[in-house]
T-cell receptor, first 112, second 118 residues
């Protein structure tokens, strides 16, 4: 799997938007961009994924750069419950039967 | 709601004993299950991959005789930590891959099991 680079930590105020960046300069044409998050003492939770176009769901939005070498997870209004480690993971769909490989992720702190 | 369950959620055992952790997919058939381990303030590390009815494939550095994985049905996998030692204390997370109604195959994660070996 191609490598991703994320900041170790970020901080946000409650009810403000949060933009979590991810760099993946070696992404291949068939790599999907997946985002998962892990709340304290819980298993990871799926957030969103995309290939080329921006994606929206009830949890977040995913903005993908035109050259696909970077992406941004957008939480529109951070809440205290959004405090978690956010992982950006690339995976080639041809290998979708293989396990997701987690990097270090970004630890998001949300302050009231 | 949860689609993958783990039992127990936390367990404390004495050094030298064995501990079994169960992982169940609740509303889908999991053709593949994965076991991860996570030490404090670290990321998830894949331990092994198991396909139903087949022997598990272990990652480099993971002892297959110490971490026994059984995937006897499409909804249940178990991880047994044999002769546990304090260094095996960790957060164990299972993950199941399969098709849920109307969707593509995804990898779903359990809530994790906190193992403490004294």
């Amino acid at each position: 799997d191609a490598k991703t680079t994320q900041p170790n930590s970020m901080e946000s105020n409650e009810e403000e938007p949060v933009h979590l960046p991810c760099n993946h300069s070696t992404i291949s044409g068939t790599d999907y961009i997946h985002w998962y998050r892990q709340l304290p003492s819980q298993g990871p939770e799926y957030v969103i994924h995309g290939l080329t176009s921006n994606v929206n769901n009830r949890m977040a939005s995913l903005a993908i750069a035109e050259d696909r070498k970077s992406s941004t997870l957008i939480l529109h209004r951070a809440t205290l419950r959004d405090a978690a480690v956010y992982y950006c993971i690339l995976r080639d769909e041809a290998y979708s039967g293989y396990a997701l490989n987690f990097g270090k992720g970004t630890s998001l702190l949300v302050t009231p | 709601g949860a689609v993958v369950s783990q039992h127990p959620s936390r367990v404390i055992c004495k050094s030298g004993t064995s501990v079994k952790i169960e992982c169940r997919s609740l509303d889908f058939q999991a053709t593949t299950m994965f076991w991860y381990r996570q030490f404090p303030k670290q990321s998830l590390m894949l331990m092994a991959t198991s396909n139903e009815g087949s022997k598990a494939t272990y990652e480099q550095g993971v002892e297959k005789d110490k971490f026994l994985i059984n995937h006897a049905s499409l909804t249940l996998s178990t991880l047994t930590v044999t002769s546990a030692h304090p260094e095996d204390s960790s957060f164990y997370i299972c993950s199941a891959r399969g098709f849920r109604a109307g969707g593509r195959a995804e990898q779903y994660f359990g809530p994790g099991t906190r193992l403490t070996v004294t």
